[in-house]
């Protein structure tokens, strides 16, 4: 029943392929932008703030590139941005602007959000998760109009896990803080540790709750006081007190998790397969770093380009049969085509194993193989999901 | 002492030796910032030339006496002069510049300024800015057609090949290809043109007159994940028997039949294989391995990789001087 569906795909791409280009038709393609971050609370390691507009600049970034792209085929772009307050302002948003007729949208906002707006959506609505790495998203609560940009916390702890056997430094501490999200990562990487055979020596919560910008020396030796490990694992999402931890532990051994070296979807160092492009492209925008946020709002937008692109049509249906279609394929400066998994809409990235000045490594890394593709080997592959959105 | 007398000897068997040379390769280090020179008869590196931050795209003047560098980070282009291996001059590029290409006239040069999406075409001889063309996202790939009548761009992130009009510098046409196209080479009759798309995978084959994809090829390597085969260079043999496909961080070097587009073969090179090219009477390949820092040398009668040459940090381009 597939194959002769994509033939035809194949064959209204060629046909359209071989027209010239000033005979294609005029489309106005909307793109909705809803974000909504809720306060991480005070956090001791405020020095260096993350910015609040992480997410919606490299959403106009890309709609910029689109724009450029579509100025030679008579499209064009336009994003309707929307930073709401709280959760319900952002779930009103999404409906006020699916009311002016937008069906197609990036949204940077928590699971819980995002789960919110899904309930409000029109049967055809298409929206990409630029903000939530939440893994039950990808795992059961999937949504057939759903699509991640975002990397799973699994994506991301399978990166870590990878390098960390690669360096045959198997044998870890690991520190996990009182949130959520502290929760989630930790519980990520200990599947991962499982996965690909690296052993949680200890495991304990963070419950300190003083400065430790005067006493991370005196505290946190103590706290890591083992018989041996070859790392410190952190995980502290919103970045409370897991700066402190590296060059404070027990035995001189290397910090990695949030902190430290960390697994990122796109960081400042990331600078090959063009990667140096689009960094001084959004510099030049935004007047800042592009963070990984950017980046997945980014890969939402230049999905929906790309596609419009390829297909000449913006009509939510047609463009998400094309984007799980194999005509699909992303460039995303990571070194790879970049396509979307047909069982839970993920998109499939190398991860960046970054330090704060460099990077250290790119995952998958080399060895660890898949049937299909080894952009698989990171995050929720087929068996370990149950979801399936395209049937 | 000791660096006086090696810079002694190496001047002594530079100037010894180059006119008896097989030509030369000049190859752009775009870390180190230097050119590496390589006798191709000895293939061995002769001599290492410090310029312009980030050198990318190199190319050599009609007469062969100059070798044009785009230094990417001074955001110029530099004119070396082959004789001295000097940098005599420098010409306005615009931002960026990555790669460019030179009109058969030897004055116009068209240059694509990657960070701003624009081409610049500068006249060689005064120096003058002749135009600046509008393209798509991240402009790479700069061909002129041995004819002169067209100047193709390919813009990376926009997926386009862009057809300047050489006579009116502006676009008659643009042609959507695979994911990020990198590269484009014409036949000698200006017949076809090949264009790489390093995401996509694919190269295509456009038939010039008819400005229209006349064919689609994609490569498979034996044992390489599918998405690490990304075209990026191409060399085309004059007689038309042969195109030679870089696919990047394969590390091969594809073998096309280019009047069939049968591919051939695939040869084991470097690492991420960037750019190629010929030797004056076409037995030799070279090509720039970036992540290995090497160059490696392809028999083209043979279809073997006979050598490789460490060269600099992440060679990008590479050009053999045939009058050297």
């Not at chain 2, 931002?95 to 040069?109: G, R």
């Amino acid at each position: 029943m597939f194959r002769p569906a994509s033939l035809i795909v194949t064959l209204v791409f060629s046909l359209l392929s071989a027209l010239p280009l000033h005979a294609s038709e005029t489309i106005a393609v909307k793109i909705g932008y809803v974000q909504w971050a809720p306060d991480q609370g005070p956090v001791l390691s405020n020095v260096l703030p993350e910015p609040e507009d992480a997410g919606l600049r490299g959403a106009e970034l890309a709609i910029n590139d689109n724009s450029t792209t579509g100025k030679f085929m008579g499209h064009t772009y336009t994003l309707t941005p929307k930073v709401a307050e709280s959760e319900q302002a952002a779930v009103e948003a999404f409906e006020a602007l699916q009311q002016q007729g937008v069906d197609l949208f990036v949204i940077n906002a928590p699971a819980s959000t995002l789960t919110a707006i899904m309930d409000k959506a029109a049967t055809d609505t298409l929206v990409f998760n630029s903000g939530s790495p939440d893994d039950a998203l990808r795992a059961s609560k999937c949504n057939p109009n759903l699509l991640h940009t975002l990397p799973s916390y699994a994506m991301l702890t399978d990166a870590l896990g990878q390098w960390l056997k690669m360096r045959r430094w198997s044998r870890v501490f690991l520190i996990t803080g009182p949130t959520a999200a502290d929760q989630a990562w930790a519980s990520a990487f200990r599947r991962s540790a499982k996965r690909f055979g690296v052993k949680i020596m200890e495991d304990k919560p963070w419950t300190f709750d003083a400065d430790l910008r005067r006493t991370a020396s005196k505290e946190l030796p103590l706290f890591t006081q083992a018989n041996d490990y070859a790392a410190v694992v952190v995980a502290d999402v919103r970045g409370d007190f897991g700066e402190y931890v590296p060059f404070n532990t027990w035995l001189p051994r290397p910090v990695v998790g949030t902190q430290g070296m960390s697994p990122e979807a796109w960081h400042r160092v990331v600078e090959s397969w063009g990667a140096a492009q689009l960094q001084s492209r959004f510099y030049d925008l935004a007047g800042r770093d592009m963070t990984s946020e950017d980046y997945a709002a980014w890969a939402a937008v230049r999905s929906l380009g790309t596609a419009v692109t390829q297909l000449g049509k913006a009509d939510p249906k047609s463009l998400r049969r094309f984007i799980f279609s194999d005509r699909f394929q992303l460039a995303a400066f990571k070194g790879r085509q970049l396509t979307y998994r047909l069982w839970n809409g993920q998109l499939r990235q190398p991860i960046p194993l970054v330090h704060p000045r460099g990077l250290v490594a790119s995952a998958p890394i080399e060895g660890f193989i898949h049937p299909k593709t080894e952009m698989d080997t990171l995050g929720l592959d087929e068996p370990e999901s149950a979801c399936r959105i395209n049937g | 002492m000791k660096s006086l007398f090696r810079q002694t000897a190496l001047a002594a068997l530079v100037g010894l030796s180059a006119p008896a040379l097989a030509s030369l390769a000049y190859v752009s280090n775009e870390k180190d910032n230097t050119l590496s020179v390589i006798d191709t008869e000895s293939q061995q590196v002769v001599d290492t030339i410090e310029v312009g931050a980030r050198p990318r795209g190199i190319l050599l003047s009609k007469d062969f006496t100059k070798l044009y560098i785009c230094a990417s980070d001074d955001d110029t282009v530099q004119v070396l002069d082959l004789a001295t291996r000097k940098i005599v001059d420098t010409l306005p590029s615009g931002e960026d510049p990555e790669q460019f290409a030179l009109h058969p006239n030897n004055k116009h040069l068209y240059i694509a300024n990657e960070d701003d999406a624009i081409v610049t075409v500068v006249d060689v001889t005064t120096k003058e800015v002749l135009a600046q063309i509008d393209v798509g996202i991240e402009p790479e790939g700069m061909a002129v057609s041995p004819d002169g009548k067209w100047a193709v761009n390919t813009s990376e992130t926009t997926s386009m090949l862009h057809w300047i009009n050489t006579e009116t510098f502006e676009i008659d046409k643009n042609i959507v290809i695979g994911q990020r196209p990198r590269h484009v080479e014409f036949s000698n009759d200006s017949k076809v043109a090949w264009a790489s798309a390093e995401i996509g995978g694919t190269v295509h084959i456009i038939d010039v007159d008819n400005l229209e994809q006349i064919h689609e090829m994609s490569f498979k390597v034996p044992g390489v994940n599918q998405d690490r085969v990304q075209p990026v260079g191409i060399e085309l043999t004059s007689d038309g028997k042969y195109a030679f496909v870089a696919l990047g961080p394969s590390n091969h070097v594809a073998v096309v039949d280019a009047k069939t587009y049968e591919i051939l073969d695939y040869l084991l090179v470097g690492s991420r294989v960037w750019q190629l090219d010929l030797n004056k009477d076409e037995t030799q390949l070279y090509t720039t391995n970036g992540v290995s820092g090497d160059v490696s040398v392809i028999d083209v009668e043979a279809l073997k990789v006979i050598k490789s040459i460490k060269v600099g940090r992440y060679p990008w381009g590479v050009v053999i001087d045939p009058n050297s």
